[in-house]
């Protein structure tokens, strides 16, 4: 669990969006406020049944009043939000992280393409909201099953601007020709996308045909071609209290760490919410997480200990 500062919080309202999808409108206690986030943010919910999961905001950045997720009943739930669906209610009280950002809207893009599979809307209709607000060049390509699993399409019909829908049961089954979406998009495009891993990798395929650089993707489960072992069998060096632990065989570096005493930020342990980051300074990690993209990896300035490991080197952490 997060060893950061943890709010409360009061679930207000909840309400049906789409088929399998509730929005959660959790609120400060009297008198308190929710920290600022920026569009694209994340928060912790700390469950009653002592599950941690993290969850999307998909209201405006101005509400400090409120925060809102849209939250899908996923059918291989792990207990995060079956419970959500089946046994939270209204007046519950919650602990939840402060917003953490791993998906940031390059606002002064040249012009934007913002790509939602699913459930991948909450974080898209946020960042859509602010460049609709700012009247940035955007367009929104949002993509469900079908037109019934659509969640939120009367906010977005309000925002207005350049927006496609795409129900794969209104196209044979199909689903959208993101290379062919992107043809007529301007040198200097910034694409966000957020949705299932097969959208994803389909998504950056077509990012590469199309010569898009600026490329932006938020995962919502661990990347499994990534995620397939955290190694251990190494030794790593904290800098500032000088210690050397020994991470052993199969063990991650992030319970070396909490088994030494060492107090680190986490929560999925899945290399996926980005609260496990750690300063590098010497080293080469092999890194395993979802969150870093391909500047941050070769950097090699930060890592998520929870799953990554080394490469090569003698692994020197700011801890
Ligand atoms: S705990 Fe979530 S990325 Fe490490």
């Given amino acids: 669990m997060s060893s950061k500062i943890l709010l409360n919080a009061c679930v207000r309202t909840m309400c049906r969006e789409a088929i399998g999808i509730n929005s959660v409108e959790l609120v400060p206690e009297p008198g308190a406020h929710f920290p600022e986030f920026s569009p694209g943010s994340h928060i912790d919910l700390h469950l009653p049944n002592g599950l941690v999961r993290n969850y999307s905001l998909c209201n405006s950045y101005h509400e400090k009043d409120r925060y809102v997720l849209g939250i899908l009943q996923d059918s291989r739930s792990r207990g995060g939000s079956k419970y959500i669906h089946e046994a939270l209610r209204c007046g519950a009280f919650l602990r939840i992280s402060e917003p953490r950002n791993n998906f940031a809207l390059d606002e002064a893009a040249a012009s934007t393409v913002l790509v939602a599979g699913g459930i991948g809307i909450t974080p898209i209709l946020s960042m859509f909201r602010r460049l609709r607000e700012l009247g940035a060049p955007v367009r929104l390509i949002y993509c469900t099953r079908s037109r019934g699993q659509a969640a939120f399409l009367d906010e977005i019909e309000k925002l207005g601007g350049d927006v496609q829908l795409h129900f794969d049961d209104e196209n044979d089954g199909k689903p959208v020709e993101l290379r062919s979406a992107f043809a007529s998009t301007l040198s200097g495009v910034h694409a966000y996308c957020c949705g299932p891993e097969a959208m994803l990798n389909a998504f950056e395929v077509a990012c590469g045909q ?110």
């Fill in 210 to 319: 199309t010569g898009i650089e600026h490329v932006h993707v938020e995962r919502f489960a661990a990347n499994a071609a990534l995620h397939a072992a955290t190694g251990g069998g190494f030794n790593v060096e904290l800098a500032r209290s000088g210690r050397t632990l020994e991470v052993s065989e199969g063990k991650s570096i992030l319970h070396a760490l909490l088994d030494a005493g060492v107090d680190v930020d986490h929560s999925c342990e899945e290399g996926v919410c980005g609260a496990c980051e750690t300063r590098v300074l010497s080293g080469c990690p092999d890194h395993r997480d979802s969150v870093l993209n391909v500047e941050q990896r070769s950097g090699n300035k930060v890592m998520m200990v929870c799953v990554s490991g080394v490469k090569s080197g003698k692994l020197v952490l700011d801890l």
